[in-house]
């Protein structure tokens, strides 16, 4: 009996400590822990504030970056979207109980097309994120792409490049 109860007790208390964390961030930040609304548009913001504090942003930078994130967002959003809708026809189509080549390889092709023209978006905006940069700050972010690339990989998250 005691055996069992060690692990749920050290399961509640690390569950606690770290609503109790959240909270307390949430607070600092001036969120409500309770509106989870938005987590991704937040978070993303997060990360922003967090690489213009590494990079040493100035409020200009800040403003130009934010201005470049909001006017290629719907363009984001559709490329995201677009891609999405074909990874779901893709799986349907393998999923159903025939197969249709060519119907799998139009799905595959449409797949495809979409991840390319994301992946040019995203290279777009990225060019577009390091004009904003000074060469010291292009510098410094190049020598930490390596250690974000990993971290990403490791938690199962989009590389570095995909935001700045």
């Given at each position: 009996?005691?055996?069992r109860?060690?692990?749920v007790?050290v399961?509640?208390?690390?569950t606690a400590?770290?609503?109790i964390?959240a ?6 930040k001036?969120a409500?822990?309770?509106?989870t609304?938005?987590?991704r ?21 800040e403003?130009?970056v ?15 979207q677009?891609?999405?809708?074909a990874?779901r026809?893709?799986r ?24 390319t023209?994301?992946?040019v ?12 940069l ?6 410094l ?6 250690l974000?690339?990993?971290g990403?990989?490791?938690r199962?998250?989009a590389?570095f490049g995909?935001?700045?």
């Amino acid at each position: 009996m005691k055996k069992r109860i060690v692990p749920v007790a050290v399961a509640l208390a690390l569950t606690a400590s770290t609503g109790i964390a959240a909270a307390s961030w949430c607070q600092k930040k001036g969120a409500d822990p309770s509106d989870t609304a938005g987590e991704r548009g937040d978070l993303r913001g997060h990360r922003l504030d967090r690489w213009a504090t590494v990079l040493k942003l100035t409020d200009d930078q800040e403003a130009q970056v934010e201005g470049i994130f909001e006017a290629e967002r719907p363009v984001m959003t559709r490329q995201f979207q677009t891609l999405k809708e074909a990874r779901r026809d893709l799986r349907t189509a393998a999923e159903s109980g025939t197969f249709d080549e060519n119907a799998v390889r139009a799905l595959a092709q449409k797949k495809a097309q979409a991840q390319t023209e994301l992946t040019v978006e995203r290279a777009r905006v990225r060019s577009k994120l390091l004009a904003v940069l000074t060469p010291d700050q292009q510098n410094l972010l190049k020598s930490l792409q390596p250690l974000v690339r990993e971290g990403g990989r490791r938690r199962g998250g989009a590389e570095f490049g995909a935001e700045l």
